[in-house]
Each structure stands twice: as C-alpha cells, then as structure tokens.
C-alpha cells in the first residue's frame, strides 16, 4: 500500500523552488524601481553655473565703470587704478563665493587679463575740437586700437556749428574697412554707417534754438531725448582708429574710452594739459577667470567683461 | 482483494509519479518563463532609465559649452550609475554619428537600447563598462564618456 505521507514532497519541492524563483524576481525588481526613483530626483546644476557666470561678468562690468568714473585718488599710473579694480573684485567675489557655499557650490574667481585703456578727453568747453598744435584734421586714435566705447560730446556754443560738408565729423573704422560717422552741425546730429542716413532732432524740433546741448552717443539721446538708432560705431567689429574732421567747427567737451595704453594713443603732439585734449589712465575690460565646482560638476571658463560689448 | 490492491496500488503509484512530474514540469517551465520575460522588461526599463540620465548630463554639458565664448571652457558632469543591470553587466556607448546618440547594451539579458539626445558640441566615440561615468569636454573640442571616480 503506497504510504500516504510521502505523495507531497515533490509538491512541496516544486513550490519551494518556484517560491525562490519569484524572491529573485522580487528583488531585480526593486532594484528597477529604485533606480526609476532616483532618477526623477535628479537636478539641473547648468543654470546655476551659467548664472554665476552671467552674475562674475555683470559685477565685472559694474567694477570696471565705477573705478574708471570715481577715481577719488585721480591714479596718474596703472598701478593705483589696478588695485582699486582688483579691491572692487575681491568684493564682488566674496559675496558671490559666500552666497554660493550655502548651496554647496564652490567657486574659486580670478583675475586672468586686465586690458588697460586711456580716456580720451576735452574738459575746456570753450575750446574747438583740434589737438594740442591746432592742427584742423587729426586722428586721437590711429589705426592701433582694439576697441572703444562711452563716447559723449557737449556742444558749448551752437553759434560754432556749420552745415555739411564742414560740419563736425567723427569717423570710426575697424579692421575689416566698416565705418561710421556722426556729423554735428547746426541744429542736426546725423549718423551714416552705410545704410541711412539717421537723423536725430530734439522731439522733433530745430536744435538750433538750443545754445547748447549734450549728444551721448554711447546712451542713444541727443539733448536728453532718446534717438533711435543712434548707436555708437553700430554694426562695427573693434574700432581700430577715430578720426576728426573740421574740428574747428564745434566747440565744447568730448571724452571717450579707448583700448590702448596712455602714451600710445595717438600721434606726438596731439595731447597736453587740461587746457586743451588730453588722456587719462582707465581700465577698458577684464578677462576673469570663473571656477564653478560641486560634487557632480567642474565648470571653469574665461569670461570677458568689457562693458557695452554685450549690451544690444 | 489484497491481492487486487498490489496490482493497483502500484499502477496507481505510477500514475501519481508521472502526474506530479508532469504537473511540475509544467509549473517550473511556465515561471521560468515568466521570470525569464520580466527579467527582460526589467533590464529594458532599467538600461532605458540609465540611457536618459546620460543623455540628460551629455546635454547639459553641451549648454555649458554653448553658454560661453571662451574655446577651451572646462566641463566636467559625474553620474554615480548601477553597476549591474538585472543582475547582469552592460555596456555604455557614445556614438559618433550625424546623428548621435547613446547606445547600452547588456549580454544577461541580451539587451539593447537606444537613446537620442540634442547637441550642438561634437562627441567623441566611446565606450565603457556599466558604473561610475564622467562626462568630459575634451581639448580636442569634443564631448566623451570616460569611467569615473568609484569612490
């Protein structure tokens, strides 16, 4: 007679090793769910690293105005102004650095490249447009600069204006041939970089009843009313020279800032004392380097922060 | 009547010997095979999770390199990753294509998948094993996979 308990063990068997089978199952499927979990968990560090670069290049900029505008010590060298720059970073960094440990970043930012510049300017308003020598047409920049920006011109006495074609003349070239000119005449300011001709009218009316009025071509207004479209050396790569024509046929106060060293803008003979043109140490950008790490990322760029030349 | 009973209690142990093998049989051919199926969805869906986060740090390390003018930036995007797949290892490739994309492969399972992704920085063919990885921007301008930190 067949023993009754013995009829179950391969049943029992068979269900203990499917039971095994499906422990195992359990298990790699655990592990799917725990890496789909993970995944959805996990964060974009790109746009804190960007803006940290956008936020270095910005307070760059800001440091680079400030210094070249408020030189309370008047640094007649480099040397000072490059310290007053170098303080004004350090605090720019510091706070950026401070700010950025708190969510767990690090950032290590430093001064790579410092392009020193020069103003270019006249503070005698009662003066015309020509160099120290009174020389009519002259170049306060001559085909050996990379770049310049923050032109303005204030016309003291519109009575020195005359109509085209010996109106008052900039002229601005790059190193592909591109120019553009602002002529100042008797109540018009026009600009032609090739295409139209843009003129700009106080609202409208004559400038010609205005005695006197600013034209800031870097900020776009003539007179304190925007004119749109004027754009200080639009559409032009660096500007590599500027030129004066009939300079005495305006008189006033002109400043610019251009990228080359004190001592090497323009010709012997052009610059003096305050009495008439003269230059000025400045600081026209900088190259910083930016350090942006945490657990998952390295991030370190050149940044460059000249201010205006990503301004559109 | 014992004499009767021999004759079927031994048919009858035959029969319930050959029923419960066949009924095992059965049952252990029907769960491997399920075990086998899900074992390959699992590893899929695993390998497809893997290939997104890749994609996802290989397109966020070419917006960092879009972002900037410098020509030489560094970048550098760590991803601790599974070393196993479904209890078997895999394979990581970037492929170098017109089109590029992320190629995993997994031999236990026999698996394979593809994910695409959006670029504009050139890539780099290369392959590692499943794990740690590093997404680097190389001086040659390119974007690679290289095996990362295990620690």
């Known amino acids: 007679m067949a023993d009754l308990d ?23 499927l655990n592990s799917v769910i725990y890496t789909e979990n993970l995944a959805t968990r996990s964060e974009s560090t790109t746009s804190q690293a960007i803006s940290h670069a956008r936020d270095v290049e910005a307070g760059t900029e800001a440091v680079i105005e400030y210094v070249n505008e408020f030189n309370t010590s008047e640094p007649t060298d480099y040397v000072d102004l490059i310290d007053d720059f170098d303080d004004g970073f350090a605090t720019v960094t510091g706070v950026s650095r401070r700010h950025q440990l708190s969510d767990g970043q690090v950032i290590d930012d430093e001064r790579a490249t410092l392009y020193r510049g020069s103003w270019i300017t ?14 009519s047409d002259w170049s306060p920049v ?14 003291n006495d519109s009575s020195t204006l005359v109509d085209a074609p010996n109106a008052f003349t900039i002229d601005v070239n790059d190193t592909a041939g591109n120019t553009w000119e602002l002529s100042i005449g ?78 090497e803008v323009g010709t012997t003979g052009d610059y003096g004392d305050t009495s008439g043109p003269f230059t000025k140490v400045a600081i026209f950008g900088a190259v910083v380097e930016v350090d942006f790490e945490r657990a998952e990322l390295v991030y370190r760029t050149d940044v460059r922060a000249i201010p205006e030349e990503n301004d559109d | 009547m014992t004499e009767d009973r021999g004759q079927a209690i031994t048919f009858e142990y035959t029969m319930g010997i050959g029923i419960a ?7 252990l051919i029907a769960g491997g095979g399920f075990i086998s199926d899900q074992r390959s969805s699992a ?13 996802a740090d290989v397109e966020a390390a070419d ?24 209890g078997g290892h895999y394979q990581i490739e970037l492929v170098e294509a017109a089109d590029p994309y992320i190629s995993l492969a997994s031999t236990d399972p026999d698996l394979t998948v593809s994910v695409d992704f959006v670029n504009h920085t050139a890539v780099r063919e290369s392959s590692i094993a499943g794990g740690p990885v590093l997404i680097e921007y190389t001086s040659g301008g390119r974007l690679t996979i290289e095996p990362g930190d295990p620690s």
């Open chain 2, 43 to 55: 590893g899929r869906a695993e390998l497809q999770v893997i290939g997104q986060q890749i994609a």
């Open chain 1, 122 to 135: 006249q503070t005698n308003a009662s003066r015309d447009f020509t160099n120290v020598s009174g020389t």
């Open chain 1, 186 to 263: 008797p109540g018009n300011v026009t600009v032609d970089d090739g295409g139209p001709t843009l003129k700009c009218n106080d609202d409208g009316s004559d400038l010609s009843t205005l005695s006197s009025f600013w034209v800031n071509v870097s900020q776009g207004t003539v007179a304190g009313h925007e004119c749109p479209g004027l754009d200080f050396a639009a559409d032009l790569g660096p500007i590599q020279a500027v030129n004066f024509s009939n300079p005495g046929n305006i008189e006033g106060t002109y400043r610019f800032l251009v990228n080359k060293s004190e001592g």
């Open chain 2, 63 to 86: 917006r960092l390199i879009a972002s900037t003018k410098d020509a030489d930036p560094t970048v550098q995007i760590r991803r601790r990753l599974p070393r196993d797949v479904a």
């Open chain 2, 21 to 27: 093998v066949v009924l095992v049989t059965g049952l």
């Open chain 1, 6 to 28: 013995d009829r179950a063990q391969i049943l029992l068997i068979t269900g203990f090793a499917l039971a095994v089978t499906f422990v195992g199952l359990a298990l790699i």
């Open chain 1, 142 to 155: 001559n085909n050996n600069s990379d770049g310049a920006r923050n032109l303005r011109i204030f016309v």
